[in-house]
């Protein structure tokens, strides 16, 4: 089974299930049930609605789903979330999608989405469910990470409601991803600029206020050719996925923001007509 359709294959045999045993149950009777909506759960089921994650929250609730079943019936609700767009999300195999079949570990977010969630507090939040004693209240967050309670719980709201974010049968907060990154890399959308200026902010504070022994802060000065830029961010693009992979821990106890920069310092001349400045795309 495809685990994109998961969710609604998994209610239709419930129901099945259900009337099987007791002929008069009716679809009403099962959405009195779910405590949903009967014309929605009807949309539902014929592939003419999809389910929120919250509601798919609730569902897996009311009908006690176990964890490993639980997973996948969220999982599979948050993959059809996906959709053609600029950035990627990978997914995080522990909330089932190691049991998918034919689709890839990455799901499409929306570039509007993506500007919604381009402040900092947003990916902070998501890195530091990862981290040792992570408590899901929204004052021990903001504690973390200097925020007020209100900035907190926008952040949080707006995960759960791009599926970033679910919480689990405790209620306690669980990310959803990996990692989230930029997917087509050929043009800077404002809300990129506006996270990368972020991130110089937090760095030239980290240059000013954190000891040496708890930062990083390298510089190298160099004489480049311009048609080696394309392939020098990629190399920089993975030496920062190499990065991810040696720092991460399993029982990670602090968050950090890894920035590589490399910028002109001399008049760059106009691209000629015809050209544009994109990036060549990665093949094979």
């Known amino acids: 089974m495809e685990q994109i359709r998961y969710y609604r294959t998994f209610l239709k045999e419930e129901f099945d299930r259900r009337r099987a045993t007791n002929p008069r149950f009716s679809l009403r009777g099962f ?9 929605g759960l009807s949309r539902v089921l014929s592939g003419k609605q999809s389910l929120s994650i919250g509601a798919a929250t609730e569902m897996a609730d009311r009908l006690q789903l176990g964890e490993p079943d639980r997973r996948i019936f969220l999982s599979s609700v948050i993959e059809e979330k996906a959709v053609s767009g600029q950035f990627v999300v990978r997914l995080d195999p522990s909330i089932g999608l190691d049991r998918r079949d034919s689709l890839e570990n990455a799901r499409q977010v929306e570039q509007d989405s993506f500007a919604i969630i381009s402040e900092w507090r947003h990916y902070a939040i998501l890195e ?23 900035e907190t719980r926008e952040a949080i709201d707006r995960l759960l409601r791009m599926g970033l974010l679910i919480r689990t049968s405790k209620d ?55 048609s080696k830029l394309p392939r020098a961010k990629e190399l920089i693009r993975k030496f920062t996925e190499e990065m991810n992979q ?26 000629p007509e015809g050209q544009t400045d994109e990036i060549p795309k990665k093949t094979g």
């Open 128 to 150: 530091l469910t990862n981290v040792r004693g992570f408590d899901s209240s929204p004052s021990w967050i903001s504690r973390q990470l200097g925020l007020s309670q209100n």
């Open 31 to 39: 959405a009195r049930l779910l405590e949903f909506d009967h014309s």
């Open 246 to 271: 040696l720092v991460t821990a399993p029982h990670p106890q602090e968050v950090y923001w890894l920035g590589i920069s490399l910028v002109p310092l001399t008049q760059i001349e106009e691209t």
């Open 172 to 226: 306690r907060l669980k990310k959803t991803c990996v990692w989230v990154e930029v997917a087509d890399h050929t043009r800077t959308a404002q809300a990129m600029k506006a996270h990368q200026a972020q991130f110089l902010e937090k760095s030239a504070a980290a240059l000013r206020d954190v000891p040496l022994e708890q930062r990083a802060h390298y510089t190298s000065m160099v004489a480049l050719d311009p």
